[in-house]
């Protein structure tokens, strides 16, 4: 069974920047589509971008014109490069397939001055 590896989170400031890495331990990545999902403390998971097997990406309103997901597939590795910060950023952060699976531990993001 592949595992999901999630990490790069942090306390940033409003206006910052993060760069979320998902390393997977064997070559999911080029047989499925993937998302970065979020959870917000008394939420639910949401999408917040995701990248199918070709290439092609989608991304939630919420986040469009400052996150970016991308990946490479001979390093099993998916990013997620967020931009421009908001306090309502704030959430654990999962990469998973699409539709996911199971979750992982995922990396917690906190925008907060």
């Known amino acids: 069974q592949v595992q999901l590896v999630e990490s790069g989170g942090g306390l940033v400031q409003p206006g910052g920047s993060l760069r979320l890495s998902c390393t997977a331990s064997?070559?999911?990545?080029?047989?499925?589509?993937m998302g970065w999902y979020r959870q917000a403390p008394g939420k639910q998971h949401e999408l917040v971008a995701s990248?199918?097997?070709?290439?092609?990406?989608y991304y939630a309103d919420s986040v469009k014109g400052r996150f970016t997901i991308s990946r490479d597939n001979a390093k099993n590795t998916m990013w997620l490069r967020m931009n421009s910060l908001k306090p309502e950023d704030t959430a654990v952060y999962y990469c998973?397939?699409?539709?996911?699976?199971?979750w992982g531990q995922g990396t917690q993001v906190t925008v907060s001055s």
């Open positions: 064997g070559d999911i990545f080029t047989f499925y589509n």
């Open positions: 990248m199918s097997t070709s290439g092609s990406t």
């Open positions: 998973n397939l699409l539709p996911p699976g199971s």
